[in-house]
């Protein structure tokens, strides 16, 4: 995606909002989902994934992409980028998570918003909204969740 002054303040609010999905992949062996990866076993990664996501968001909101990639060289720590599609409600991210073993991150590819506003700062405050709606809360009221 082309970066914009938009683009790195979203980065942060997905990446915070999936973070918990991050460190749950994190704990998957390295050589496993770099397997996964060069057998294109796709389905198999898509659970993973999948498995990964039911516990912070309700059902759909993060599913593996198209694919994945991975780094692993001698001597180097692996890394392993997976595809994700995150669809919080009215708003569509692709993006690459990146796993290693001392970190994850994230790069947005596009965001497509279902009725974007003429105020990218409003979008902004949608994705953010939506994510956190997209979430499992049980802790939280009712009230809480009003726009």
Known sequence: MKKCEYTTEREKIVAEAISPVA???RLLDAAD???LIRLEFFGNLSD????AAELYFHPGTVNFG???SYKLDW???PE???DLEIKPQDITIYAQLTLSADYAGLEINH???QNPAADPDQNTALLMRNLHMARFQPNL???SFAA
């Open 23 to 25: 460190s749950e992949l």
């Open 33 to 35: 989902l770099i397997s």
């Open 48 to 51: 993973l994934v999948s498995s």
């Open 66 to 68: 198209a694919g994945g």
């Open 75 to 77: 001597g180097e720590v």
């Open 80 to 82: 392993v980028v997976l």
């Open 111 to 113: 965001i497509a918003f």
């Open 141 to 143: 009221p009712a009230q």
